[in-house]
């Protein structure tokens, strides 16, 4: 697909990554979302196998009855976005695995040959956190970005340690003149499956900072219906209680803000192997003949 920059042109761009900086999947399903609440148009395909190494990424392949359906190399996706009378651009992909000086590079030319000259990026992160908080912390590079964040109910991110590919296209986008901001959901570290309450607050947040508002839909009432599961796990499960009950305690007592753990962590900073809850799993075995409500990681 081959893009068409003279007649198309978007000031507003959001960029999400999936893999290790989309802790809980909650950036791709929230792109998802917004696709299906949006009049979107695809506007290009980029191919990205120079940006992975295969141990990292594999081309998508689907075969039904032994014939070849579908096959995809790693590509970024580009759309125009139109919400509530208003324009946005969205792009996608997973986070490159190598060269990402000059992935950022190019990234950020095709988004100035668009017209680009915001870019919001969005990402997700494991925190010692609970299903029943959310937060969202901000990474700014001038103080009129700053103000938008803390306007819009964000955090300042404290952080030291492996580098997201955000931070390489902020500086390079810095480098141009465009600003940039990334925005990180935090998402409760023994939670594994869709967390709406997370995608709606995040979508608010890109609508305060952008401009640009997005339908939330029914985001809200299918997380309360999540958490009904949840709250029954809890109930059900005495040791896992016990481990946020005694991990609430100690939050409560050093009065300081949570610190945030990436995606592959191993966790060690909770008790050793936590449990974790699978709600979707946890879902469909009570409905068979037995249940298993919990998983070990």
Do not use: Q
């Given at each position: 697909m081959k893009k068409d920059t003279k007649t198309v042109q978007l000031r507003k761009w959001l960029i999400g990554f999936t893999g290790w900086c989309d802790a809980g999947n909650v950036v791709n399903n929230m792109v998802e979302h917004i696709l299906s609440v949006t009049e979107a148009q695809k506007l290009d395909e980029w191919d990205l196998e120079s940006y992975w190494h295969?141990?990292?990424?594999?081309?998508?392949?689907?075969?039904?009855?032994?014939?070849?359906?579908?096959?995809?190399?790693?590509?970024?996706?580009?759309?125009?976005?139109?919400?509530?009378?208003?324009?946005?651009?969205?792009?996608?992909?997973?986070?490159?695995?190598?060269?990402?000086?000059?992935?950022?590079?190019?990234?950020?030319?095709?988004?100035?040959?668009?017209g680009g000259k915001q870019v919001i990026m969005a990402g997700s992160l494991y925190d010692k956190i609970f299903h029943d908080e959310t937060i969202i912390s901000g990474v700014v590079l001038d103080p009129e970005s700053l103000n938008l964040v803390l306007s819009a109910g964000c955090k300042l991110v404290e952080y030291e340690g492996p580098a997201a590919v955000h931070t390489a296209v902020m500086e390079e986008a810095r480098r141009r003149g465009i600003v940039a901001i990334s925005l990180w959901i935090h998402v409760p570290f023994y939670l594994k499956g869709p967390h709406e309450k997370a995608m709606a607050q995040l979508l608010d947040v890109l609508g305060r900072i952008s401009g640009v508002f997005f339908d939330t839909g029914d985001l809200l009432d299918r997380w309360a219906v999540r958490v009904?599961?949840?709250?029954?796990?809890?109930?059900?499960?005495?040791?896992?209680?016990?481990?946020l009950e005694a991990l609430k305690e100690k939050e409560k007592e050093e009065k300081s803000p949570s610190k945030a753990l990436p995606a592959t962590s191993s966790m060690t900073t909770t008790p050793a192997k936590p449990k974790v809850i699978r709600i979707d799993e946890f879902i469909r075995r009570r409905k068979g003949p037995s249940e298993g409500d919990f998983y070990n990681e």
């Open positions: 295969i141990e990292s990424e594999r081309p998508y392949v689907v075969i039904k009855h032994g014939l070849i359906r579908n096959f995809a190399w790693p590509a970024m996706s580009f759309y125009r976005l139109e919400s509530k009378g208003k324009e946005i651009g969205l792009a996608l992909s997973a986070e490159p695995s190598r060269n990402w000086k000059h992935f950022a590079k190019e990234l950020i030319e095709r988004i100035e040959a668009y009904k599961n949840i709250e029954k796990i809890l109930e059900e499960d005495e040791e896992l209680r016990s481990v």
